[in-house]
DNA sequence: GATGAATGAGTCTTCATTCAT
DNA sequence: AATGAATGAAGACTCATTCAT
């Protein structure tokens, strides 16, 4: 009996799977929240379930590459709007210091991803999927604006843009935990506006 | 090893588990690592274990104690010897650009108090304890030397130095993180570095 | 005994597990008694048997609530085919007296509630679940004969149904738990008999 | 090195551990009751209990030796100071029914006895021994008072002895467990007051 | 494709007893 | 005799995954 339903049917399917998943690890953590959490949640059955994925790990995994790709998506689309380098680095600051706002999972998000981060260092497939996303993913959105910026003459000339772009990932992102771990004691929304204008006095200093 | 055993043989055998433990939670993770592999890892037998620590938690809990105090400890107690804001800064920042050199283990440190930290935030009572540490230890480290350097009249009097300490541990911690997940292929001493150069900024910078 | 399977199906395997546990307990205790042994004999999974009891206590109190209704259900039934009193309270004795010979898992039943009603007194909830069952079931059972037999003119008007009704199940199940105890040393046949002609002195004495 | 210390102090000693048992024991029941608990209680070390004790059974098992003793000693004392049977007998149920005021352990004894004899049904050893106990010492002491009173002319000299001491000590104890397990809630005076009164009536209703 | 009952290895924790000092 | 740390065999319970229908 092979395949009666669509392929959409089943896009389907995973997506719901992978959204009740994404709520029950951002509640619980990856290890504490259960299939059955998951079965119960979706209301769908556990067959169902691992029908659609092998594993919980699958879930996890493909639930993470889709989430950074929409959010790198719509990043990337919105940024070709910007001529100027300097709009492209301000325009990514104004996302994240808005996230909280515009993305009411974020902290959520952000605790789920770096538990999966933290899973990712102790099994080498995992890490080097990752490695790669950042590399050629995040680190390279920011690399790609700085060599643009150089080129266009808006950032020095002799800006190191590798360095620059992976400071700029440990910044957001420390500041990022931070507000996922702290919750609404953190001033998020400060702690990016302050550290983005710290990160474009490096980059415009020059002028 | 018997009864009537004194009070520093009491305290070895705790360390002994301590350290057993962080290295088996370094490894594996607080969930994944067992307390048989804490028993296999130490040559002690689990009542053995049980009769130092009531649980698999209250070792975790009394080890991130005890590193926190470890590294906070030493510190402070060298920050004493300098009379300068600015010095103290520097001196700060430097110990955390040089950790990997002193400290071999602090790769899994780093994970290792992640992991404590995220757990943290979906347990109350932890959360209020980490939430307790932060403020009145390593936010008060920065803001009392920002506040003396106000004093001095070596940093601007307009400084908001509970923003800048949040930020600075925002910072630090981003960068750490990174190098706990990514490993020797981050540039963990440049990031501190670059970092530290900016945050003196603007520390100094109305000068 | 797969999936989308028979309420009947269900009933049926909580009672095989049940009946298991039963045996379990009657021999070596519910505390002697593990889920290993219940696992063993029933010939079931470990986890199939927490499919349907959430522990250990669960199965204990559905085995006692199901065999108190078993009990006292049968008894309700045939107790309403006699109009007098006397006839109620003496088909009551004849039941006890004739218990062995009707109910071989008897002594087992007596050996098993007493150990459930002592654990009883040490946990509130359990408490108040027996003190209700005693006092709404039991109690009320002896009493409703004996406010009959007031209305009817057949006991004395004065009678104190509270008292006897307590008095009442003091005696049979003190002989009770005796023949639980003692086995078949103990005339547990005559014991009930005489105390029962004792009783019955009490209420039709007056006339 | 042989004993230094005299037989009283070992004796003092076993019932300084007796005694804290029996409050481990009537508050957690036998089998909850750890011998950590006792070590607590008592003040000694596990060691030393262990000098006294071979188990934790052999102190449950002649703490109810003691406790046996030492209140069969004291109603033998008092019996023999009354001439008639009917006098003996009513001090007898005297006794009981003022059981509550003279003993405040009396509750928690009877719950300790109860678990005690229950473990005895599932224990050839202790089984043997408490049917020796009960045939040889409680039940004769019924039985010579009610021959005593067959002698008299008091009882009716067609008086099942055996039976009506087997009873006797049925309904004796179904009410003490009742009260045991139901605790205050239990007219326990007024039962043993009543039953006492039956039992009367049984022997010496020919006159 | 869907269902959910069954599986059983794996987990933390307890505790009576031992024994070196 | 006394001490109390050490032992390790249980014990209750969990949960990812399988598979008969």
Redesign the interface.
Known sequence: MPPIVSEEYKTKMKKKIMETAFVCFA???F??ATMDDIVKNSGMSK?AIYNYFKSKDEIYIELMEQKTKESIDKINENLSKFDLAEEKMRYLLNIYSHQIERNPDWQNLI?VH??F??????DENLKSML?DR?KNIYQKLIIDILELGKKNGEFPGNLDSK?IS??F???????S??Y????D???YK??VE??GE??M??LVKKN
């Open positions: 509640e619980k953590g290890q504490n067959g605790r770096i538990e981060w933290l899973q990712s260092s102790r490695d950042m360095m992976t400071l990932w440990s910044i957001i992102d420390g500041i935990i931070y996922g771990v702290m919750k004691d953190y001033p400060q702690m302050k550290a710290m990160i006095k490096e």
